[in-house]
């Protein structure tokens, strides 16, 4: 695990060492406020609540994600790197685990320049922080599912460009089969189509967490799904350092 | 150790139908949650835990929800939310709740049965978005059954409302538990009164039965009259003497004749098939016929349905609420001038509370006596009452009666289309309510600070919008609704239309606290026919801005008042009772009026609200009509509700209507402040942004070796 944390520390500190990390984190918050003040129309609305940020999170998130993880293992391959990181002494879970940790710590720095938002509502009304801390937990959780999907895609490739195209399709499906409105198209397909999507889906279930109920059943979920991605990713590592 | 590739591909997918099954087996633990909203929303009450382990019979609950796919996608996710606390219910409940999901288009009989036995109906929604208009029925029916009891139905509209905050149209779900709650009571309350129904009667209930002797009656039914002999025995043997089972002679068809007792012409019978039986209460009586009903029934269907006319009969089991208003001329003349017209608004009230009271209908403008048996009054508008009826209203504080008023000093009814003004009028109550320190200040409040308002009333029949100051809307801000009080704690918002305001006075004994006050910056205006909207003039406002002798500040438009209240008629004698001949409704029991003043009450309590039109329900429902942001009128009526828990001290249900906020409003920003706020939000991450990367930067360069 320690090792771990040092490749997650060594990580994290390269995306700040890049123009990258502040675009993605300035387009991220800009896209937060624009959705909260634009789209949802806080000021119109008059409630002193975040659902107008929160909801469409799933969306940005499966945007934003991609980008930081589509260069995790595919610039690796691209430039040979990886064959370096088979000869460290560290396992492969470690290293894994360690770009799941450093991007996650890259996602988090993101939402926290978000919270300028609910200071605000605070500021403006009496703002239950309860939904809140349940938004922020549920864009950890998804953030970690988007991140590990991202990072196993990432791990395909050796071109960025490819892995962020997939990552988006993936990210995106996995939101997009869970939202009400994709729902609602599968009126004319059998039964069981819809209930397999919004089991599946990321969207529904986040809303429940950012509501302000963390459940077991959406908790265990979106961690399944990130631990089953980050097998896959060290799987699929593992059979590239079998072979090489 | 060697790793095979094979092994690995098999381990992964191993790994994926785990991730599924622990998923699957995950997905039966219900419950497991924490609720971190404050107030705990999301999560039961005590007091319905309470109400759940004290069942003595399993309560069951039924839910008739279409499949996802069939419900529409405004409705879709409020259903998983119902869907949750059912189950809540199941868990908190134990073996005391039996919950049941029919999806009624995949079970037919099951459809067929709510559609008979229930009076479930698929809802019909209209739905317009900005791709389509559509309509698309569904089913979202819950019902509740507790053995012995009638079942209670909730379907859509009792579990769903329109967002009235919001600035598109969009559903969200009332408060779901209070009324499934409301629901479990009433069904255990049902059966609780079935055994101390009758103690309630003060007289002998006469129930005369009309029933063809079971040697004649055909085969299907030969059973019939010996089970309802022995049922109806049973009754009176529990009645303890307040129940008298009499078996009509159907021999005497002068009896039958007179009584219109039904009779039915069966083919193969040569005599008429008697199936039917009278009750008598004191002087009303009450016919009942079991013809409806085939003999395949139940006991327990044929008692429920002589239970549920005795029930009807009785006194007490719902709390009576009388509404005072002026009712219509039956006759169709109209009033006088100087009466207000015909409020029909009010009408509507009566029949909200009627899902939840037995509401009495008391006329204003003939006001001379009170049902005895009122559990709560309230007085609607009232304009110029006489002595006498305001002595009746004393007196019947003075005997512990809970009263709601809503009233002002001003008449600023424009039904007519005429007048779009307030005119100075009083209510008459105005020395009655000074005596309990409530002084009804003349003149009309205008609030600068009040949002868009949407006329109805235009001469041109048109729709004006426009931040017009008579519109005064409270809750919006801070400072507006008293959230010290208990049942205000969640109360919203709501909307005044040229309202009135009050001052309290202290009175010994009596406890008075402000309910809802109108903005910082609104002020009073004198009540005038030239009191009239004035848009040329004043585009913005609608009426002239305040004044220099206008003093701006809060004024209180709602309070409640609680304690031993002193009679305005302490010290001095009853206004005397004008002669008239009893009319029909005097001849029920009512509150005797002594000529010697009863001089202070019982502890009881009051609320009184300074608007007459504060309960306009015709209005909100226009208001509804023309977009959700215009309906704060409809959220008038949750004040009224919320009142009515705390008059009638129905603690339990207040508790659970007043968890949590459900409505948080923000503090109004002029435009300008809104762009500097939002500004600022996009500055300041930016700014911490700027100031990240520049302290990485020169950390990295501090590291840099010199050479």
């Not at chain 1, 979920?221 to 590592?237: D, E, H, Q």
Request: aromatic residues 8%; hydrophobic residues 45%.
């Amino acid at each position: 695990m320690s090792k771990s944390l040092v490749l997650a520390g060594k990580e994290f500190r390269s995306y700040f060492s890049s123009w990258l990390a502040y675009i993605f984190i300035a387009l991220f918050v800009a896209a937060a406020l624009v959705s909260f003040f634009f789209l949802a129309g806080f000021f119109a609305d008059g409630r002193a609540e975040l659902r107008g940020y929160f909801s469409w999170l799933p969306l940005t998130l499966a945007i934003l994600v991609p980008g930081l993880t589509m260069r995790q293992w595919a610039k690796e391959n691209e430039m040979g790197s990886i064959e370096l990181l088979m000869t460290l002494p560290a396992h492969t879970r470690d290293l894994v685990l360690g770009k799941f940790l450093g991007t996650m710590g890259f996602v988090a720095v993101a939402l926290l320049f978000t919270l300028g938002i609910p200071i605000t509502v605070e500021i403006l009304g009496d703002l239950d922080w309860g939904p809140v801390v349940g938004g922020y937990a549920a864009a950890l959780l998804l953030g970690g599912a988007y991140v590990a999907i991202g990072l196993y895609v990432s791990s395909w490739f050796h071109d960025q460009f490819p892995a962020l195209l997939v990552g988006w399709l993936l990210c995106g499906l996995l939101a997009a089969v869970g939202h009400e409105t994709v729902l609602g198209w599968c009126e004319a397909l059998p039964a069981f189509v819809s209930r397999t999507f919004a089991f599946v889906g990321f969207w529904d279930r986040f809303r429940a967490i950012e509501r302000g109920v963390l459940d077991l059943r959406d908790v265990a979920y979106y961690l399944s799904v990130t631990g089953l991605f980050l097998y896959l990713n060290v799987a699929r590592i593992r059979t590239k350092r079998w072979t090489a | 150790m060697k790793i095979d590739r094979t092994q690995i591909v098999i381990s992964a997918l191993l790994v994926a139908v785990n991730v599924i099954l622990f998923n699957l087996i995950v997905g039966e633990f219900r419950g497991l949650r924490a609720d971190l909203t404050d107030g705990k929303v999301f999560s039961l009450s005590p007091t319905t835990e309470r109400l759940l382990a004290g069942l003595k019979e399993p309560v069951e609950i039924t839910a008739y929800v279409s499949a996802d796919e069939n419900i529409h996608e405004d409705v879709r996710p409020l259903v998983p939310e119902v869907m949750d606390l059912l189950e809540e219910y199941e868990i908190k409940g134990g073996s005391k709740v039996r919950l049941r999901r029919i999806v009624p288009e995949e079970d037919e009989k099951a459809e067929k049965e709510a559609r008979r036995d229930y009076r479930i109906r698929p809802q019909i929604g209209i739905f317009r978005d900005a791709r389509a208009q559509g309509v698309q029925s569904f089913y979202l029916s819950l019902v509740v059954k507790y053995p012995g009891s009638d079942a209670i139905t909730l379907n859509a509209d009792d579990l769903i409302t329109q967002n009235v905050f919001a600035q598109e149209q969009s559903l969200e779900l009332k408060n779901v538990e209070l009324e499934l709650t409301k629901a479990i009571k009433k069904a255990v309350l049902g059966f609780e009164s079935k055994r101390n129904l009758f103690r309630r009667f003060p007289t002998t209930i006469e129930l005369t039965t009309f029933i063809t002797p079971a040697d004649q009656m055909p085969p299907s039914l030969k059973d019939v009259p010996g089970r309802i002999d022995e049922l109806l025995d049973d009754l009176a043997a529990r009645s303890e003497g307040k129940l008298v089972h009499v078996k009509a002679d159907l021999g005497d068809e002068a009896l039958l004749k007179r009584l219109r007792v039904p009779a039915l012409d069966v083919e193969g019978l040569d005599h008429p098939l008697h199936l039917a039986m009278i009750l008598k209460l004191g002087d009303q009586s009450r016919r009942l016929s079991l013809l409806d009903y085939d003999g395949a029934r139940s006991n327990e269907d044929i008692e429920g349905v002589i239970m549920g006319v005795v029930r009807s009969a009785s006194p007490g089991v719902l709390r009576r609420v009388g509404v005072a208003q002026y009712l219509p001329d039956p006759d169709g003349r109209m009033r006088m001038m100087g009466q207000p017209s015909l409020p029909p608004a009010y009408l509507a009230l009566a029949r909200t509370l009627g899902q939840d009271y037995d509401v009495v209908d008391l006329d204003l403008g003939q006001l001379r006596s009170l049902p005895a048996d009122l559990d709560l009054l309230i007085v609607m508008e009232p304009a110029k009452l006489d002595e006498r009826a305001a002595y009746l209203i004393d007196q019947y504080v003075m005997g512990g009666g809970k009263t709601i008023f809503c009233l002002d000093r001003s008449d600023s009814s424009m039904l007519d289309g005429t007048r779009q003004g307030a005119e100075a009028r009083d209510s008459g109550l105005e020395e009655l309510l000074a005596t309990w320190g409530v002084k009804l200040q003349e003149g009309v409040v205008l609030d600068p600070n009040c949002g868009e308002f949407f006329d109805t009333r235009s001469r041109e029949g048109t729709l004006l919008e426009g931040p017009w100051m008579s519109s005064v809307e409270v809750g919006l801000d801070e400072g507006g609704v008293n959230r010290e009080v208990g049942y205000m704690r969640a109360f919203e918002a709501a909307r005044f239309w040229f309202p009135g305001s009050i001052e309290l006075t202290p009175v010994a004994g009596l406890s008075q606290n402000w309910l809802l006050r109108s903005g910082a910056e609104s002020f009073v205006r004198k009540a005038s026919p030239q009191l009239v909207p004035d848009l040329a003039s004043w585009p913005k406002s609608a009426f002239e801005p305040a004044r220099a002798d206008e003093k701006r500040g809060r004024r209180i438009l709602a309070a409640e008042i609680s304690g031993v209240f002193p009679s305005h008629w302490a010290d001095k004698p009853a206004p005397k009772k004008e002669k008239e001949a009893p009319t029909e409704e005097e001849a029920e029991p009512s509150l005797e009026i002594a000529d010697q003043p009863i001089p202070s009450s019982r502890p009881t309590r009051m609320v009184v609200v300074a608007n007459g039109e504060f309960l306009d329900l015709v209005q909100a429902q226009v208001e509804s009509q023309a977009g959700p942001k215009y309906a704060l009128f409809s959220a008038n009526a949750r004040f009224l509700v919320n009142a009515i828990d705390w008059l009638l001290e129905d603690d339990d249900l207040a508790a659970i209507r007043n968890r949590g906020r459900s409505f948080r409003p923000i503090e109004r920003l002029e435009e300008g402040a809104q762009n500097r706020t939002m500004l600022l939000n996009f500055v300041l991450p930016l700014v911490g942004l700027a100031a990240l990367g520049g302290t990485l930067y020169w950390r990295r360069r501090l590291r840099r070796p010199l050479i």
